[in-house]
């Protein structure tokens, strides 16, 4: 995988791309970029948490660097992560949907692709603080200043429990069985579409 990024990157206009581990002193960082590929992030979690290089990504991040992140690398940037869950089925109670602590570079949102929609309101009418972000494929999010900007050929769903008036998401003890959660606010947001996250509102192009 990692000849597939630096062939990618390289083609890109970078001249120097390395992979990292934990154990990668902190200064190797200071005018760099990262990018969290795919795969798991509870291993990500495992294997940076609290380890130098992970808090070089922190003071990176905190300086203004840029940090990126892909399937798994991205859903580790928030402070909640989705770990598990059915993608395809309706939203489920129980433990059906499993969340762990992220990286929390960004706070207040859990991330999927939208194809995950299920697990994506399972976790959100189970953890109303958190804005659930859902993109298409080949889309993200960059993430600036309290907002984020759509980019990319897909589109993005923001998933807001917060004006809930109903859900049963705390009495279904059964994994199986399917949740009804009313008064879901969703969001959809079209490429350059911006959104702020401090408010959970979509921003018009003069806003």
Do not use: W
């Not at 760099?32 to 922190?58: C, E, H, M, N, Y």
């Amino acid at each position: 995988m990692f000849a597939t990024y630096r062939k990618a990157f390289a083609d890109l206009g970078a001249k120097e791309v390395v992979p990292l581990k934990a154990a990668t002193r902190g200064d190797a960082l200071v005018d760099g970029a990262v990018v969290l590929t795919g795969g798991d992030q509870l291993k990500l979690t495992r294997q940076f948490g609290g380890a130098p290089v992970f808090q070089a990504i922190q003071k990176l991040y905190r300086d203004g660097g840029v940090v990126g992140g892909t399937s798994a690398g991205a859903s580790v940037m928030s402070d909640t992560m989705l770990v598990t869950g059915d993608s395809e089925s309706s939203p489920k109670g129980g433990t059906a949907v499993r969340m762990a602590t992220g990286f929390a570079l960004i706070t207040g949102v859990v991330g999927q692709h939208f194809a995950g929609r299920g697990r994506l309101i399972g976790c959100v009418a189970q953890n109303p603080k958190s804005l659930g972000l859902g993109t298409d494929e080949d889309t993200a999010v960059a993430v600036e200043r309290g907002r984020f900007t759509v980019i990319g050929p897909g589109g993005l769903y923001a998933v807001d429990a917060a004006p809930v008036t109903f859900s049963t998401a705390a009495d279904a003890a059964d994994d199986d069985q399917p949740l009804s959660v009313h008064d879901v606010t969703v969001h959809v947001l079209a490429p350059d579409a911006a959104f702020a996250l401090t408010h959970r509102r979509p921003l018009r192009q003069k806003e």
